[in-house]
Each structure stands twice: as C-alpha cells, then as structure tokens.
C-alpha cells in the first residue's frame, strides 16, 4: 500500500484506451531465454534496492533483467493493457490484495509448476497470494501498520504511548492544541482509507462480510470521537497516507498510523524523534489485528513455457531467504518467512516491533478473494459519511452495506 | 487555388464531352465520382477511426458484461440493458445526477457573468490591458494537474492560503472546510472549475463584442442611450449568437469535467463531489467494471448531445432570421 495518485492512474487511463486500438500482439522469447522482463511499481528509493536483487539473481540463472516501475495506480491498467495485447511481463509484481482478481482472470500461472511454495511463510503472505488453492503470488517481504509517536512530545507532556482506545483519545486529546493535532491518519475515500480503517475494525472483531454489525460501529465510532474531540484534523478525509506523514515529520501531528515503508522518508529529518508501538487494541485483552501489505511476484501466463520457467526460477531467488532481508533491510519491510522475520527482528530494532504484527496480520482478500474490492469500497464510503457527519457510524454502515 | 482550378478545368472538360459521345462521358463522370471519394476519405478514415469506433466500442461495451477477465480471455459476455439497470438503480446515481446538474448550471453561471463583465471591462482603452487580458488566459496555460495540485493546497482547511487570508481579514470566524466538509466541497470544486473556465468565456465574448460596429454605439449615444441602456439594446442583441455558442459549448465542456475534481476531492468527500464523469471513471479505472464505466458515458454522452442539438437548433434560427 504505497502512495497512490489519482491522476496518475487517469493518464495510465488514458494511455490504456490509446493502446487499446493498437493491440497487436508480439511474442516472447523462445525456449533459450536470455533476457526476462520485470514489471513492479517500485519508486525512488525502492527500485533501486529491486533492481539489485533483480540483477543478482539474474547473473545467477544467466539471464539479463529488464526492470520497469510503473506509477501505483497505474499499475492494474497496464497490467490489462498488457494482457489483452498479449504481452505481459515475464515477472510481475502486485500489491498482494491484488492477486486474487488478476489471478481469477487466468492471466497467472501456478507457482507450484516452479516448485514454489508458501512453506515457512506468514500465513497471511499465503493466504493472500492463493487463488482456489493454488500459490499465484509470493511477497518476499510484508509490512503492515503501526502507531508512530513523537518522543519529544510524548516525553514534554509526561505520557507514555498508548496500549488501549481510551489512552490513544486521552494521549491524542492531552497532545492537541497550538496548531499540533494528536492523531493524524488517512481516511481517504480510496482503498488505502480503507486499509487504515481495518486495524480498529478488526481488533474490535469487525468483519467485511458484513460491515453493518456493533462492532465495526464501536469502531468507527471511536474515529469520530477522536475527530469531534478535534484530536484529528477535519482535512484528513482527504489525506492520502504520505500526507499524515507530512503532518507528523512537520510536528503537526504527535502521531501517526503508518507503516514502515515510511522509516526512510523519517531518516530525512534527523531533529524528529520518534518510535512505533502496536495500534492499540479497544480493550487491553483484545489482540491487535492489523491488515497485511506488501507487494507479491507472480509469474504471468505468457504462453512460452521455457520462459515460464526461467521467471519461475527468478520468482524463487527473490523470495528466497537471503533476498528477504535484503529487501526487508532495503525497504523497511519484514521478511515474509517467519523464521528469517525473527532473526532480522532481533538484530533490527526498527523493524522489530513489526515482526509480531505482521505475524498476526490478516490478509484483506483472505475472505473474500477476488470479491474484496468491492467490500473496500463500502468500508470506505461509510468512513467517509460518518468521519464527515452526514450519518452516524452505524447508520453509515447500514448505507454502505446496502448499496451496491 | 490549384484544386479549384483543376476542378473547373474538369467540368469544362465535362461539359464539352457530354455533347459528343456518350459512353466516354459516362467513364468520366465515374472517373469524377471516384476522385470525389478519393477527397472526402481521409476524413471519411478520420472520423471511422477516431470517432466512430471509440462511439460504437462503447456503446458495445455497455451492453457486455466487460471486466478484468475479458482482458485476458477477450470474453465479454452480452448482459444486454443489465449494465444500465445496475448503474441506475446504484444509490448513488442519483446523487451524481443531482451533483452533475449542480457543477455545471453553477460553474456554466460563475464563468459567464465572471467572462462578460471581464470582456466588457477589457473594452475599455487602458494602459496594460492587452497584458492584463493575456495573463487572464494563465488557468488555460497551466497543466490541469498541476493547477489542481495547487487549488487542493491552498484550499487547505488547516494550514491553506485562502483561510489563512480570510481569517486574517476577519472574513470568516473559523475555517472553512473547502475540501473536506461535504457541503462545501461542491462549491470548492466548482469555484476552482469557474477560475479555470474564465479565459474560454472571456476570450470568445471579447471576440464577439469587437465585432459589434461603433457606429452604433455612436448613434445610441446621440439618442441618449448609454451605459445600461447601451448595453441592453445594442450589446446584448448583438451578442446573442456569440452568448449562445460560448454557453452551449460550456455546458459540453462542463459537464465532461473530470481532471478537476479527481485533483481536488476524487469526488469525495462522502461522495459529494461525485459526478457522472467522476463515477463512470470509477467504475472503469477504480473497479475494472468496464461495462457499467461505459454505461454511465453513454448516459452523459446522451446528455451532452441534447445539448449539441440545442446548440445546432438556435444557430438555425438565428440563420432563419
């Protein structure tokens, strides 16, 4: 779940519709495969970390890497674009969530014809990349989400970081003031305000089969008493997740929901200091549930089985222990195997607390597959009534659910 | 000149065969049909390619169950009106119809009064004023996204230029929640869209009033009609086919507006500024249900053409008179 923008997702659109026209189609390589194409949505400073293991792994198999980023959003559309024109990349990358519904249109092929398994891994990472029971997709590394608090502040105001709702509104309420808000986090009407909803809804034992239900309402009831407590800004409706970022590294907001991604953006301002705990949890003996992100390789049905193969191999030695931590270190990620997690937890202090909460995360297509999107969208239509005021949470709710 | 002089050169060859014998002539004539054709393809080729296809793929699409798998497969299942029903019967057509409607009677109004009080301001002879009337023309030179990008900052509830200003000034006691109140995104988004629209509206009805003859005003003012008077019964008349043309053509444009509010709101907060262009981007790009996407662009092409025939219906009468 990486920064996302809307336009440029509309000129992939727009690009989309152009190359429609011209979909003429040109093979790959045959069985003698020199060269593999990569197709990931990696930016600056990411891709560079990628293409080193992109590059590494290619000089081991003896193939050469052709590595392209395209812009998030974007990425879907071209991903159709290049199905429909028959030329799909030999490795592809996607936003875990996204697996499922590329694989429900048969454009993926099994990685078990590699022999790849999930084996070891977080069984989030597993459930996400499986579509009817067989593995599509693998992440290397995952992350998830967090609570990160300024130090300073906290310490300035004699708190320590939240473990329950009440502390988080209490510390957000005590924090607020002089231009500085508490709490900063995304309630975008997009997927990704979705993704910051779910760790409160699903802590509190909420369920996207069905959002109408007490506990998802408690949930999204405990945001809008942080936000009429004016411990949130109004404007974070419209606040993608590198937004509340900007809020915190300004030091007008005393903390954030984010995920680790952001430890490099955070390297840039050396004067902040802060740490991350675990989101709290509504009651102290709830467990934090937390969404699971990360970015899975698939290798797509491209019809040139030689080649197949040889990116199967590539999709291997990218998940393969060693390249997890490379990536995990690279990106600020944890690695996807368990075991490798707990080792790089125990010599990384920042990812750290991370290990625990990607262990227990939960997949966002683990229920309903390919079905998930549509589910994401009502999630984030009823944060978006209720956070505004137009209906209370479990009216917003029973709208959202409604609606079609 | 030299295809007119070559078709002259044809018929009068034309004209003296005719007379003589028949079956050549008969060749000739299909020899000029031809070339006729010859002339009108590339832009028979041109409207087939650029406007008939897209128009016919759509309208196509629309009746196809046409999703993420039908890029792949390139199986796209007839649903027949079953894209239409689900668009409309979603709750939140309405709402985008209502907000449509909205956007573009308040965009079209703001951008007309804005334009011709500019235009006739720009009439008058001052100094600076063809560099003032060429900086009124910015918005348009902007990239939308970049000028989007910009409205969204400044438009900040928190921390943006415009209530920071208006608080200062003691406009307003407390901020105004431009973007992020689903009462007033609307009228944010439509501010912005008025802003944008400004230079189209100032530079065709500053065109339209150069046009009108001097002489009249003269003689108006001899008969002692000036200043409003002036206005309402020499400008006005003589600026009706003009108002007409920048008004329909707003509409048009107005009501395709998409770049702006995916800029600023996509379309949010809680769906207040959604539109039907808004929405039919959703569905297409957002959720990959590209049936319902063309379902909806049909609805507001539908729209827009009753407008174009609106448009072509007063040009024809202001010809008849």
């Known amino acids: 779940m990486r920064k996302m923008t809307t336009l440029a997702a509309a000129a992939t659109a727009a690009l989309l519709i152009g190359t429609a026209l011209a979909a003429c189609s040109s093979g790959g390589g045959s069985s003698g495969t020199t060269t593999l194409t990569v197709e990931d949505y990696y930016q600056s400073p990411q891709d560079k970390v990628m293409e080193g293991v992109y590059n590494t792994c290619g000089t081991a198999l003896g193939v050469t890497i052709k590595a392209t980023h395209v812009p998030g959003a974007g990425l879907i559309a071209k991903v159709l674009q290049q199905a429909s024109a028959k030329n799909l990349p030999d490795v592809l990358m996607l936003d875990n969530p996204d697996v499922q519904q590329i694989a429900s249109s048969g454009a993926l092929s099994p990685l078990k014809d590699y022999g790849i398994s999930g084996d070891g891994f977080a069984p989030a990472v597993v459930k996400a990349g499986t579509y009817k029971g067989d593995l599509y997709g693998l992440a290397p590394a995952v992350n998830s989400l967090a609570l990160f608090y300024n130090t300073d502040m906290f310490t300035k105001a004699g708190l320590t970081p939240p473990k329950t709702w009440d502390e988080l509104r209490s510390d957000a309420k005590q924090l607020t003031g002089n231009g500085v808000y508490g709490f900063a986090f995304s309630g975008i009407n997009t997927y990704e305000g979705t993704w910051q909803f779910l760790p409160f809804m699903w802590t509190n034992g909420g369920d996207e089969k069905n959002i109408d239900t007490p506990q998802t309402a408690q949930a999204l009831q405990f945001l809008v008493d942080m936000m009429n407590d004016g411990s949130i800004s109004k404007a974070s409706i419209n606040w993608a997740q590198s937004d509340a970022l900007d809020q915190f590294t300004a030091g007008k907001a005393a903390m954030m929901e984010n995920g680790p991604w952001q430890f490099g953006s955070l390297a840039k301002f050396p004067d902040l200091h802060w740490a991350t705990v675990p989101m709290p949890t509504r009651t102290a003996s709830q467990t934090a549930v937390a969404p699971l992100g990360g970015e899975a390789f698939t290798v797509p049905e491209t019809g040139d089985r030689g080649t197949m193969t040889t990116a199967g191999k590539l999709v291997k030695c990218i998940t393969s222990s060693k390249n997890q931590v490379t990536i995990a270190q690279g990106e600020g990620d944890v690695p996807a195997n368990l075991a490798t997690a707990a080792k790089v937890g125990a010599s990384n202090k920042l990812i750290q607390p991370f290990v625990e909460v990607v262990s227990h995360a939960r997949a966002r297509t683990g229920e309903l597959g390919a079905d998930w999107p549509k589910a994401a969208t009502k999630i984030y239509t009823a944060e978006q009534l209720a956070l505004t005021g137009k209906a209370t949470p479990s009216a917003a709710l029973k709208q959202a659910q409604g609606s079609n | ?321």
């Open chain 2, 1 to 321: 000149m030299t295809t007119i002089d070559a078709a002259a050169g044809r018929s009068r060859d034309l004209t003296s065969l005719r007379g003589a014998q028949r079956p050549e002539g008969r060749r000739a004539r299909r020899r000029l049909g031809l070339t006729q054709w010859l002339f009108l393809l590339p832009a028979l080729a041109y409207i087939v390619l650029f406007f008939g296809f897209p128009i016919v793929k759509n309208i196509t699409m629309s009746f196809q169950d046409y999703g993420t798998r039908t890029f792949f497969t390139g199986e796209a299942p007839w649903v027949g009106i079953g894209n239409y029903l689900e668009v409309i019967r979603s709750s939140l057509f309405s709402t985008t119809l209502i907000n449509t409607a909205l956007f573009t009677i308040g965009s079209i109004v703001g951008q007309f009064i804005l334009g011709l009080l500019l235009a006739l301001f720009f009439r008058r002879r001052f100094p600076l004023a063809g560099v003032l009337r060429a900086l009124l023309l910015l918005p348009w030179l902007l990239p939308l996204i970049a000028s989007s990008a910009v409205w969204k900052w400044m438009l900040d509830q928190d921390s943006g230029v415009v209530n920071q200003t208006l608080l200062a000034i003691h406009v307003i006691p407390a901020p105004i929640p431009w973007l992020s109140s689903p009462d007033v995104a609307l009228v944010a988004v439509i501010i912005v869209n008025i802003w944008l629209g400004i230079p189209f509206n100032v530079t065709i009805l500053y065109s339209g009033l150069q046009d009108i003859p001097g002489e009249l005003y003269e003689a108006a003012s001899l008969d002692g009609a000036t200043g409003w008077k002036a206005f309402r019964y020499i400008t006005w008349p003589n600026l009706r086919p003009v108002v007409s043309v920048v008004l329909v053509l707003g509409v048009v444009y107005t009501l395709k507006v998409l770049d702006i509010i995916l800029g600023l709101t996509g379309g949010g907060p809680a769906n207040a500024t959604q539109t039907l262009a808004t929405s039919s981007y959703h569905y297409s790009f957002v959720d990959f249900t590209f049936g319902q996407g063309a379902a909806v662009s049909n609805i507001l092409i539908v729209i827009s053409l009753a407008f174009s025939i609106v448009y072509l219906r007063l040009n024809r009468r202001a010809v008849d008179e």
